[in-house]
């Protein structure tokens, strides 16, 4: 260790409502970062040992502990990040409620297979692999952490998170969590930003489990590549809303300002392109601007305001730049672009076009672009025109709707809703927006590493 002489330096935390330091980390110094490993790998050898049942019992006070800290941890997701409060209070629920149900489909996943043919008995077992770093994105600063940390822990790996350099309060609160539930150094926390990532992910560790962009996962998986390492990302997408001819159309505005608009735009499945069938086109416009001057941006604490501020200043200008190209190049704002801070009031942008970066580049903003269609073919044509594929919806009669998904490129699609899915289901990307996917059995079983055993009957 070399902390005697390494200078102490920290990663202040900002309000984005109102600029305020919210309080600050201290950065993991790069040359702690390959004996912070070591520890974890040896302390993974006592924790992999440990029966896949009691990894799970180890977790499930986690349950109780967010159920008693949930105003504290909405609070400080709504200050570090900026979503509603409401939203962030969602943001802790869907964790509590959903642990047990999580912690038991993983040990499903995770039981030994038995097969047996030509003589021979087989049995499948699921090891931990060893160490996990898992890397995290600050739109859901902490769901997101448990959503690689769960599966990771219960199959019997070492975790060292490394949260995003936007919510590294968050970051330790989630972490903080766990305390004395886990042996020593089972879970170890690494604060900083690409320098911290880069250096975890060149360290020794055996699988990288990401979510953020596009260009950091590409760098991430060159990392992995190096020490042909195992690597889960979950990347960016650019995900369509179609509305055909027969969609209830106020069903389907009401989905596209929620998708559009929620957590600020900033959600990997929000709807970022909407496609609707031309009959439909003026009457859900003018509907969707309706929706628009309900939905009030401002800070997340007060609950009048159903959307919250952006991250950062940098986000914001990314979203703006955009809306500048769209325009500029033909596209009409008909709601929206007033901004105060980081504040952006809903967008509702009509006739965009697949030359503009908003069709193009992911938004993340809350932003609603719209463009008509005039057949079915026109339709699936456009949704696929892109190099991600994370999500979409169709809205439209049932039937109808299923034999537009079946054509579509991407992981998931919601019929006449949400890309959420019944539970065991992966989540998952095509294309670009993913490599290796997490959750459902075969995700779960991406956590661990299979080993066959075999024997003449
Ligand atoms: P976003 O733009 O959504 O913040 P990024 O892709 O920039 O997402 O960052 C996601 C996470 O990856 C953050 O925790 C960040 O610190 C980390 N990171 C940045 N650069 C690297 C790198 N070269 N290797 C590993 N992790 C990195």
Redo the contacts with the bound molecule.
């Keep these: 260790m070399t902390t005697a002489t390494t200078r102490r330096l920290t990663l202040a935390s900002y309000d984005p409502a109102n600029g305020q330091q919210l309080g600050e980390v201290e950065i993991t110094p790069v040359d702690q970062i390959t004996s912070i490993v070591a520890s974890a790998r040896r302390a993974q050898e006592d924790w992999g040992a440990h029966h896949l049942d009691a990894r799970a019992d180890a977790l499930r006070p986690l349950a109780d502990r967010l159920r008693d800290r949930r105003d504290e941890a909405a609070n400080l997701i709504t200050a570090e990040m900026g979503k509603t409060l409401r939203e962030a209070q969602g943001e802790i629920d869907a964790m509590t409620e959903g642990l047990n149900a999580e912690l038991r489909s993983i040990t499903q996943a995770l039981q030994p297979e038995h097969f047996e043919s030509d003589g021979i008995r087989s049995i499948q077992h699921q090891d931990p692999l060893g160490v996990v770093a898992a ?4 739109n859901y600063p902490m769901m997101m952490p448990h959503w690689l940390l769960i599966p990771a822990l219960v199959a019997g790996n070492a975790v060292i998170l ?5 919510t590294p309060l968050c970051g330790a609160f989630y972490a903080s969590l766990f305390d004395g539930l886990l042996p020593a150094n089972v879970l170890q926390t690494v604060q900083g ?2 320098d ?3 250096a ?2 060149e360290a020794d560790i055996d699988l990288i489990a ?1 979510t ?2 596009r ?3 590409r ?2 998986l060159a ?1 992995a590549a190096q020490g042909i390492k195992r690597a889960i990302l979950e990347l960016g997408s650019k995900d369509p809303l179609i509305v055909l001819n027969d969609a209830d159309i106020d069903d389907a505005v009401a989905f596209a300002a929620r998708s559009s608009f929620a957590n600020a735009g900033q959600a990997c499945v929000s709807t970022e392109r909407i496609y609707v069938h031309h009959t439909l086109y003026n009457t859900f416009l003018d509907k969707l601007v309706s929706a628009a001057v309900a939905t009030h941006a401002g800070d997340g604490r007060n609950p009048d305001h159903t959307l919250g501020p952006m991250v950062n200043a940098r986000q914001r200008d990314h979203v703006l730049a955009q809306i500048a190209d769209a325009k500029a190049r033909g596209a009409r704002v008909l709601h929206g672009v007033t901004t105060q801070g980081n504040t952006l009031q809903p967008v509702v942008i009509a006739d965009f076009t697949h030359e503009m970066d908003l069709a193009r580049i992911e938004t993340f903003g809350p932003v609603a672009a719209v463009r008509s269609f005039n057949d079915d073919e026109q339709a699936i044509q456009l949704a696929n025109d892109s190099d991600l594929g994370l999500g979409a919806a169709v809205f439209g009669e049932p039937e109808h709707a299923e034999t537009i998904a079946a054509r579509l490129k991407v992981g998931m699609v919601g019929i006449n809703k949400s890309v959420g899915s019944a539970h065991g289901c992966p989540w998952v990307g095509a294309r670009q927006s993913s490599y290796g996917f997490h959750s459902s059995r075969e995700g779960h079983r991406q956590f661990a590493q299979t080993r066959v055993v075999s024997r003449l009957i």
Excluded at 135 to 138: G, Q, Y
Excluded at 162 to 166: I, L, M, T, V, Y
């Design positions: 890397i995290t994105p600050w490394k949260p995003s350099e936007e930003a690409d911290q990532g880069k975890l992910v990401f953020g962009s260009e950091t996962g760098k991430v990392a």
